[in-house]
């Protein structure tokens, strides 16, 4: 059956649309995860496509809550991340509902939506402490010089002038691409942030910011788990949101993550 979206009523005074897509069976305390969709920071109005990703979460048994904060911040910085934020708060107010009292709360995003993920870790250790408990981050989009080896790659797959595009709409030129909550490898203070899974490919044009990014959360003393699927497997589909026969390994990848939190 098809996911539908509905408005849900946010701590800001203001309605974002979600749709929640529930496990066939749920445990006691199943994981909740806010999922913020890719797009290059250009999406204009809820998808109506299930993304397949958050789809595969929740087939494995998580709770998966899709927030549509491109739409309502026009994909600019800093909208979307303080509507993500609030999308978080509103997930985290409805803890024992939607899951249980030990439910543990994640955040993951793919692409731009890894980005917005990263920057709302990034709020969450400074506005709520102890309340997001990991982080999923999909081959995020977090570097705005484009300046990685791996990115050169990215004519390839036709998301260069995408990207570029993306970020000049993402940021409008607010505090440069220097602010640590738009531009999350910018960041000098990355200890206390919640664990991160990081994901992305050998051939992945966002390869090096994805594994520099990660690296630098592991030196500042975070929990990291890291996977780099091998070339040819068909990352690259999630900028087209398409899901491929990396989808099963992605989600035993999480299951693993959500075994450390656990313990």
Not at 13 to 21: C, Q, T
Not at 155 to 184: E, K, T, V
Not at 188 to 203: I, M, W, Y
């Amino acid at each position: 059956m098809e996911m539908r979206w509905e408005r849900v009523e946010l701590d800001t005074k203001s309605s974002m649309p979600m749709r929640l897509y529930q496990p066939v069976a749920k445990e006691k305390a199943p994981p909740l995860v806010l999922y913020l969709r890719g797009g290059a920071f250009q999406q204009d109005e809820p998808a109506a496509r299930e993304t397949p990703i958050a789809k595969a979460l929740a087939e494995t048994g998580a709770v998966v809550v899709e927030a549509d904060y491109g739409s309502i911040s026009q994909n600019m910085f800093p909208g979307a991340l303080d509507f993500g934020l609030a999308a978080l708060r509103c997930l985290a107010s409805r803890r024992k509902t939607l899951g249980g009292a030990k439910s543990p709360i994640l955040i993951a995003g793919e692409e731009a939506g890894g980005n917005v993920a990263a920057g709302i870790a990034l709020k969450a250790r400074d506005q709520m402490p102890g309340q997001l408990h990991g982080q999923v981050l999909l081959s995020p989009l977090i570097d705005p010089t484009m300046s990685s080896v791996s990115i050169r790659k990215a004519d390839a797959i036709g998301m260069r002038d995408r990207w570029s595009d993306g970020w000049m709409h993402y940021l409008r030129g607010f505090c440069g691409f220097s602010h640590p909550y738009a531009a999350p490898c910018m960041c000098s203070r990355l200890g206390s942030v919640a664990p991160a899974l990081v994901v992305t490919s050998e051939d992945d044009p966002l390869h090096d910011e994805t594994v520099a990014y990660a690296a630098r959360l592991s030196e500042a003393g975070v929990k990291v788990r890291q996977h780099v699927f091998t070339a040819g497997c068909g990352w690259a589909g999630i900028y087209n949101e398409e899901g491929g026969t990396w989808l099963q390994e992605l989600c035993s990848q999480f299951g693993l993550f959500v075994q450390d939190l656990r313990k």
